[in-house]
């Protein structure tokens, strides 16, 4: 394992009685970045989670942090010896503790004073120090519980589903605020969800997951452009799926000829993002227009072929 790596699992597996939580995990977290677990839910994505904090011990598997061993082969480092922080989905503050109370909880008193002002201003919250949780909002609490998980300074924080309980106008705004916290730290960070939109804009890679497997790891382009699978492809946006006659680098399909990402050979399955499509009018097209959806921002349009396939596309409105 070189030095830029700095969480590595290999072959991983948990079990809960007969139910395969995870199933031969592998993959690997480059120190400092940002990583995303993508998927459905009860695919393994939080179980994952846990496995990196050590709050689940595998059952098969060798899992290493920061260069050393931490589970697997007779080895076990205990959570709190792992420089692992974390943030729940709701945040897990103490109510009857004060928000410099909170942060200050995992830090001895000598230097705490000091540490918490400075969270607080990294997190934008000076000044909330003698608040209690029930007098913030959510977003707050979220920010006040980063705040936490940093406060030791660890190696690793994790993220599980930080956002979903927040609405979408919060969600958007303070994804790009945590991105953005945990960059400066420096710290790497794994966060959990099942939101395509929020993987992709604020990840450095993101490892897909179906079934308790890791079905693709990449950077957000290379999964949503070069998926690996139809679910895969269906799963991280709106996804066209035409089958194709390949020869080359060249397809044949209800669309024409297609020019491919990869060379194959005999029948395929040709995706195509709705936004790849560019219409022009012309007399005698290959498709009609069944139905338009405005939606402000861009419309969707939806097409049938001569062969009566059905095809999506996304557009800039036109006046």
Not at 115 to 132: H, I, K, N, S, T
Not at 251 to 259: F, K, N, P, S, Y
Not at 300 to 310: E, F, N, P, T
Request: hydrophobic share 45%.
């Amino acid at each position: 394992m070189d030095g830029t790596t700095l969480i590595s699992f290999d072959q991983v597996e948990k079990r809960y009685g007969t139910t395969e939580a995870v199933r031969a995990v592998s993959f690997a977290v480059e120190r400092g970045s940002l990583v995303a677990l993508l998927g459905p839910s009860g695919c393994g994505k939080t179980t994952t989670l846990r496995l990196i904090a050590g709050l689940e011990a595998p059952d098969a598997g060798r899992i290493w942090l920061d260069g050393r061993t931490v589970a697997g082969k007779g080895a076990w480092v205990a959570p709190d010896a792992r420089r692992v922080g974390m943030v729940f989905q709701d945040g897990a503050l103490f109510p009857h503790l004060t928000v410099a109370q909170n942060i200050a909880f995992p830090l001895n008193t000598r230097n705490g004073r000091g540490r918490v002002e400075d969270l607080l201003a990294l997190v934008g919250m000076p000044g909330y120090g003698e608040r209690f949780p029930h007098q913030l909002s959510g977003g707050q609490q979220q920010r006040v519980a980063l705040a936490r998980a940093l406060a030791p300074q660890p190696s690793v924080v994790l993220l599980d589903e930080p956002f979903s309980r927040l609405d979408a106008a919060l969600r958007a705004s303070l994804r790009e605020e945590v991105r953005a916290i945990v960059k400066q730290t420096g710290a790497t960070t794994v966060f959990v969800t099942h939101d395509q939109e929020e993987a992709l804009s604020i990840a450095d890679r993101v490892v897909v997951m179906f079934d308790g497997e890791v079905a693709q790891t990449g950077t957000p382009q290379e999964v949503y452009t070069r998926p690996a699978t139809r679910a895969i492809a269906t799963f991280v946006g709106e996804a066209n799926l035409l089958r194709g006659e390949a020869n080359g680098l060249m397809a044949e399909c209800a669309l024409g000829r297609m020019i491919l990402a990869t060379p194959a050979h005999g029948p395929v399955d040709i995706m195509v993002r709705p936004e790849a499509i560019e219409l022009r009018a012309v007399r005698d097209g290959a498709a009609r227009i069944e139905r338009i959806r405005y939606f402000g921002h861009d419309q969707a349009i939806q097409l049938c072929l001569r062969d009566g396939s059905q095809l999506d596309v996304r557009s800039l409105p036109r006046p």
